[in-house]
């Protein structure tokens, strides 16, 4: 890639849009291009797909110091197709972000009648009508080891974590199957051998991971190879449909 801007990156990935907030400083900008251009380089060689993979085809946009919202660091907007990550306080939360996209990108293709504002992880679990594909089959084996445990009949240890701390904290936010998928993906990239912390920190040794909100062993390990499985799978159809 040429030297390292929004611009570039855009037509790297062909990411629909890239919006840059109007308070981002020049420097400010080719600072946060250059970690952007990183953790995507990066994001792409632990999944082992193309360019495409990582825009998914050209629908996502990213946004960079828009929108923030008080005490959010970075959001996806289903709506919008858009990942936006704050001006001073996004590292980190690339990853975790990234996967929502997906997940919502994927609910449309590996579910029947799928709701535009649906996640896959949360389809899954609601029990919609698959499509049947060998690549769905994989992406539902990920969801089966992140929220039941491994006879299927209970919940899995990373989703009991995740109830008890929105009961304690008197919320739904923790135990979603779409933040428990963020969080377990957030987990398999940290654990990567490339070291990327614009994508991703704080799964081994933050208070969420103490309190199981990350994947611990032996689960953590089952996910990491259900994922390394399907985005194998994946990365190889992609290539094959690259030009």
Not at 55 to 62: A, Q
Not at 157 to 163: G, N
Not at 187 to 201: C, E, I, T
Not at 226 to 239: E, I, P
Request: hydrophobic share 40%; charged share 20%.
């Amino acid at each position: 890639m040429d030297s390292n801007s929004f611009a570039a990156i855009r037509r790297q990935y062909d990411f629909r849009s890239i919006g840059i907030g109007n308070w981002v400083t020049a420097q400010e900008q080719q600072r946060a291009a250059d970690r952007f251009a990183s953790a995507l380089q990066d994001l792409k060689a632990i999944l082992g797909g193309p360019e495409a993979l990582i825009s998914l085809r050209g629908s996502l946009s990213l946004e960079y110091g828009i929108g923030g919202q008080r005490g959010v660091s970075a959001h996806y907007t289903p709506a919008k197709r858009s990942l936006s990550l704050a001006k001073n306080a996004g590292a980190g939360s690339l990853a975790h972000e990234w996967f929502h996209a997906l997940d919502h990108y994927l609910a449309s293709h590996a579910f029947n009648h799928a709701p535009s504002d649906c996640f896959a992880s949360a389809a899954w679990l609601s029990e919609y009508t698959p499509v049947r594909h060998p690549l769905n089959q994989r992406l539902f084996q990920c969801l089966r080891r992140i929220l039941v445990s491994d006879d299927g009949n209970e919940p899995s240890p990373l989703f009991s974590a995740s109830a008890s701390m929105d009961r304690k904290l008197g919320i739904h936010y923790y135990s979603r199957p779409e933040e428990m998928g963020a969080r377990a993906f957030e987990a398999f990239v940290q654990d990567a051998p490339v070291n990327s912390p614009f994508l991703v920190k704080g799964t081994r040794q933050s208070d969420e991971a103490r309190a199981g909100l990350y994947p611990q062993q032996p689960q953590r390990q089952l996910i990491n190879e259900a994922f390394s499985a399907y985005f194998s799978r994946l990365g190889r159809a992609l290539f094959r449909e690259s030009p």
